[in-house]
């Protein structure tokens, strides 16, 4: 991906999918009260997996682009 603002979508994205994803979990451990996903493991593993993924998407848009065999 080369194209820098896509880069800067990505990150911002995962940022964003990161932060929802640790409410998430931190609301289906019980550790943030006051709703109605508070204890529910389901929300838990939702959040995992969405941060996992906002993970993923951070790492693709911080790397730096393949540079091609024909530059060098």
Same mark, same amino acid.
């Given at each position: /991906?080369?194209?820098? +603002? +896509?880069?800067?979508?990505?990150? =911002? %994205?995962?940022?964003? +999918?990161?932060?929802?994803? *640790?409410?998430? +979990?931190?609301? $289906?451990?019980? @550790? #943030?009260? !006051?709703?109605? /996903?508070? !204890?529910?493991? /389901?929300?838990?593993?939702?959040? &995992?997996? %969405? !941060? %996992? *993924? $906002?993970? =993923?998407? #951070? &790492? @693709?848009? @911080? ?10």
């Amino acid at each position: /991906m080369t194209n820098r +603002a +896509a880069r800067i979508a990505l990150v =911002v %994205v995962g940022v964003i +999918a990161l932060i929802v994803g *640790v409410v998430f +979990a931190g609301q $289906g451990a019980n @550790l #943030i009260p !006051g709703s109605s /996903m508070t !204890g529910d493991r /389901m929300w838990l593993y939702i959040g &995992v997996i %969405v !941060g %996992v *993924v $906002g993970i =993923v998407l #951070i &790492v @693709l848009g @911080l790397r730096r682009p393949r540079r091609d065999r024909t530059d060098l």
